[in-house]
């Protein structure tokens, strides 16, 4: 399997490579024709200019006569050559005196023959240098007679697009290895961070959450190394969670079972002839197994409440009614506590839809968390009130202890207690907050250190049904 970098390096390679060879092959030809455009134009005007003299003005003159006129008036020049070659391609005469020579029918001499204007690139026979020949017919009397032809060394041409060729192939070349380098610099950099995130990752997964990822840009990556650190977290809080789950539930489970096993050991020493403490002895252990009872439940409600096959029975459900069985509930409580227990509702009835059983779980796990965190002569609010047409409102008040900050945000995960010396099993905002997502509805919680704390329960409002129904 290819790494990453490798693949990075791959396809700014082939881009690299792809856009230098493109640009300078049109480099190369734009060079081409121009230096080989710009002779051949040059031979063209010149050849076009003597053909229309010869055609035009020399009429009544043969061949041979004409070509020595035009050879006679022809601008000096150390350049080109010029050629009068009959149809069946001897040399009439050219530039430098020499006439009957016959001259190999190059392509650019067959088209002029033909009485097309003919061009043609190449050494010819004998010869050391490239030419390139421009060649146009002479007429007489609308007849091809002969042809004229223009030539001119090109090997300085040449030289010159050979340099610029080799010079530019070399750019080329320098230009893709320093790209390249650059490739593999920069994909060295980019693959950096994903190793040392793969390297955390394999920490982590050794079980070493401690271990945090290095965040070095705000990119993408930088925004991968900030979830990894959160998870991290997460993980780390659920696995102190659990840790803390584990002592607190093997201490809940430990005091009941210790009394329960001490009391059967001595009623069973023969402690069954004292009524009192045989009652005593039987009140202990029903108390504490109504304790152990409770905790189960608890884990197995959460349980089912988590589970993604969990449903509610929704019936209309009177909030009314629900601060009513409260207040019955808690009387003997409260009053054993020296506790104030209010409740305040509104005095029409007042719908929610939902399971009636699961809404009163609910208050009872606030009210008995409220309980257990308010001293002697506290105060305890449970009020229900529409808040606007949509939503009910209910609400838990106690003058407790309170929550400190750093607690507060953790309280309603599963098994977390803030006090760790109080018992219960840390379940019952959990449980509560999920039944309150059940019933799509949401709980928050306000507190203060030293001052009490507020929770708040927002749930959809049940209109009535025309005529009087829920």
């Given at each position: 399997?290819k790494s990453?970098?490798?693949?990075?390096v791959?396809?700014?390679?082939?881009?690299?490579?792809s856009v230098v060879?493109?640009?300078?092959?049109?480099?190369v030809?734009a060079?081409r024709?121009?230096y080989?455009?710009s002779?051949?134009?040059?031979?063209?005007?010149?050849?076009?200019?003597?053909t229309?003299?010869?055609?035009?003005?020399?009429?009544?003159?043969?061949?041979?006569?004409?070509?020595r006129?035009i050879l006679e008036?022809?601008?000096e020049?150390?350049?080109?050559?010029?050629?009068?070659?009959?149809?069946q391609?001897?040399l009439?005469i050219?530039s430098?005196g020499?006439?009957?020579?016959?001259?190999p029918?190059?392509s650019?001499?067959a088209?002029?023959?033909?009485?097309?204007?003919?061009?043609?690139?190449?050494?010819?026979?004998?010869g050391m240098e490239?030419?390139?020949?421009?060649?146009?017919?002479?007429?007489?009397?609308?007849?091809v007679?002969g042809?004229?032809?223009?030539?001119?060394?090109?090997?300085?041409?040449?030289?010159?697009v050979?340099?610029?060729t080799?010079?530019t192939?070399?750019l080329?070349?320098a230009?893709?290895?320093l790209?390249?380098?650059t490739?593999?610099?920069?994909?060295?950099r980019m693959?950096?961070?994903?190793?040392?995130?793969?390297?955390?990752?394999?920490?982590?997964?050794?079980g070493?959450?401690?271990h945090?990822?290095?965040?070095?840009?705000?990119?993408e990556i930088?925004?991968?190394?900030?979830?990894?650190?959160?998870?991290a977290e997460?993980?780390?809080?659920?696995?102190k969670?659990?840790?803390?789950?584990?002592?607190?539930?093997?201490?809940?489970?430990?005091?009941?079972?210790t009394?329960?096993?001490?009391?059967s050991e001595?009623?069973?020493?023969?402690g069954l002839?004292?009524?009192?403490e045989?009652?005593m002895?039987?009140?202990?252990?029903?108390?504490e197994?109504?304790?152990?009872?409770?905790?189960?439940?608890?884990l197995l409600?959460?349980?089912?409440?988590q589970?993604?096959?969990?449903?509610?029975?929704?019936?209309?459900?009177?909030?009314r009614?629900?601060?009513?069985?409260?207040?019955e509930?808690y009387?003997?409580?409260?009053?054993?506590?020296?506790?104030?227990?209010?409740?305040?509702?509104?005095?029409?009835?007042?719908?929610?839809?939902?399971?009636?059983?699961?809404?009163r779980?609910?208050?009872?796990?606030?009210?008995?968390?409220?309980?257990?965190?308010?001293?002697?002569?506290?105060?305890?609010?449970?009020?229900?009130?529409?808040?606007?047409?949509e939503?009910v409102?209910?609400q838990?008040?106690?003058?407790?202890?309170?929550?400190?900050?750093?607690?507060?945000?953790y309280?309603?995960?599963?098994?977390?207690?803030?006090?760790?010396?109080?018992?219960?099993?840390?379940?019952?905002?959990?449980?509560?907050?999920?039944?309150?997502?059940l019933?799509c509805g949401?709980?928050?919680?306000?507190?203060?250190?030293?001052e009490?704390?507020?929770?708040?329960?927002?749930?959809p409002?049940?209109?009535?049904?025309?005529?009087?129904?829920?």
């Amino acid at each position: 399997m290819k790494s990453l970098r490798s693949r990075i390096v791959l396809n700014f390679g082939v881009i690299i490579v792809s856009v230098v060879l493109v640009l300078s092959s049109l480099f190369v030809t734009a060079v081409r024709q121009y230096y080989y455009g710009s002779a051949e134009q040059a031979l063209d005007e010149r050849a076009s200019v003597y053909t229309a003299l010869y055609s035009k003005y020399l009429w009544d003159r043969s061949l041979v006569d004409k070509s020595r006129y035009i050879l006679e008036n022809l601008t000096e020049d150390d350049f080109t050559k010029v050629e009068v070659v009959d149809l069946q391609g001897r040399l009439i005469i050219d530039s430098n005196g020499f006439s009957s020579e016959d001259l190999p029918i190059t392509s650019d001499i067959a088209s002029a023959v033909e009485g097309k204007r003919g061009t043609w690139t190449g050494t010819p026979a004998g010869g050391m240098e490239r030419i390139m020949a421009v060649t146009y017919p002479l007429r007489d009397k609308g007849q091809v007679v002969g042809v004229i032809r223009y030539t001119t060394s090109i090997a300085d041409i040449d030289a010159a697009v050979r340099t610029i060729t080799v010079v530019t192939i070399g750019l080329c070349v320098a230009i893709i290895i320093l790209s390249l380098f650059t490739s593999l610099l920069l994909a060295r950099r980019m693959i950096r961070p994903v190793q040392e995130l793969t390297q955390t990752a394999r920490v982590m997964a050794r079980g070493d959450f401690h271990h945090r990822a290095v965040k070095r840009n705000d990119d993408e990556i930088g925004h991968l190394a900030d979830t990894m650190n959160y998870m991290a977290e997460e993980i780390e809080r659920n696995e102190k969670l659990k840790s803390d789950f584990i002592s607190s539930v093997s201490h809940e489970l430990r005091t009941p079972l210790t009394s329960i096993k001490g009391w059967s050991e001595t009623l069973m020493s023969g402690g069954l002839e004292e009524r009192d403490e045989l009652l005593m002895g039987l009140s202990v252990i029903s108390r504490e197994s109504q304790r152990l009872t409770g905790l189960v439940e608890d884990l197995l409600d959460f349980s089912k409440l988590q589970s993604p096959a969990a449903r509610i029975e929704s019936e209309p459900v009177d909030v009314r009614r629900l601060l009513s069985q409260m207040a019955e509930q808690y009387a003997v409580e409260r009053s054993r506590r020296g506790i104030r227990l209010e409740t305040s509702g509104p005095e029409e009835p007042l719908y929610v839809s939902g399971d009636a059983d699961r809404l009163r779980q609910v208050l009872l796990n606030l009210i008995e968390n409220a309980i257990k965190f308010t001293a002697e002569d506290g105060l305890i609010r449970v009020t229900a009130e529409a808040e606007g047409a949509e939503t009910v409102r209910l609400q838990v008040s106690d003058s407790g202890a309170g929550i400190s900050p750093e607690d507060l945000p953790y309280v309603t995960r599963k098994f977390y207690k803030g006090d760790k010396k109080r018992s219960g099993s840390g379940l019952g905002l959990a449980i509560s907050q999920e039944i309150v997502q059940l019933h799509c509805g949401t709980m928050e919680l306000q507190s203060r250190l030293g001052e009490g704390t507020v929770v708040t329960v927002r749930l959809p409002r049940l209109l009535p049904a025309p005529g009087g129904g829920a």
